[in-house]
C-alpha cells in the first residue's frame, strides 16, 4: 500500500516537472522568436535550455553519470537541472514504421515522447575522495 503510494507521489512529481520543463520551453521559444536569444549557436529548444542555465550562471551541464565517471560527486542536496531527453518511440509505433516501409509507404513517426534529462553543473559538485 505505502509503496504504491510512494509510486504515485513519484509519478505525480515526474509529471509536475514535465509540465515546468514544458513551460520554460515554450517560454524560451517565444522569446527566442522576438529576438531575446540572438547569438545563440545551438537554436534547439535544449540549446535554449542550456543558454537559459548559463545565464543563470550554471555552467559546464553534466549527467550524474558524466560527473562520477570523471571523479566528481554531487553535493548533497543539489536539484537537478531538467532538459529533454533523446525522443522514445514505442515499439509498437516502430513496429508500425516498419510495415509501412516494407509496404513501400513512408511514414513519420507520430509524436515521440521526450524523457526528462537531469543535469548538474559545475558549481553543484566536488571531486571525489576516492
Known amino acids: 500500500m505505502k509503496k504504491e503510494r510512494d509510486g504515485k507521489k513519484e509519478h505525480e512529481a515526474r509529471l509536475l516537472k514535465r509540465q515546468q520543463l514544458k513551460t520554460l520551453s515554450q517560454s524560451l521559444v517565444a522569446r ?3 529576438g531575446e536569444y540572438m547569438g545563440n549557436e545551438d537554436d534547439t529548444v535544449n540549446g535554449l535550455l ?18 562520477k565517471e570523471t571523479g566528481y560527486s554531487v553535493r548533497k542536496g543539489e536539484k537537478a537541472l531538467l532538459i529533454w531527453g533523446k525522443p522514445i ?15 513501400g509507404k ?9 524523457p526528462l534529462c537531469y543535469l548538474f553543473a559545475e558549481s553543484q559538485v566536488h571531486k571525489s575522495n576516492e
Request: hydrophobic content about 25%; charged content about 45%; some cysteine.
Open 32 to 34: 527566442r522568436e522576438l
Open 50 to 67: 542550456r543558454f537559459y542555465y548559463a545565464c543563470k550562471g550554471y555552467t559546464n551541464l553534466k549527467t550524474f553519470k558524466e560527473w
Open 89 to 103: 518511440v514505442s515499439k509498437s509505433e516502430k513496429q508500425r514504421i516498419e510495415e509501412q516501409k516494407m509496404q
Open 106 to 114: 513512408e511514414e513519420e513517426a507520430k509524436e515521440d515522447f521526450f
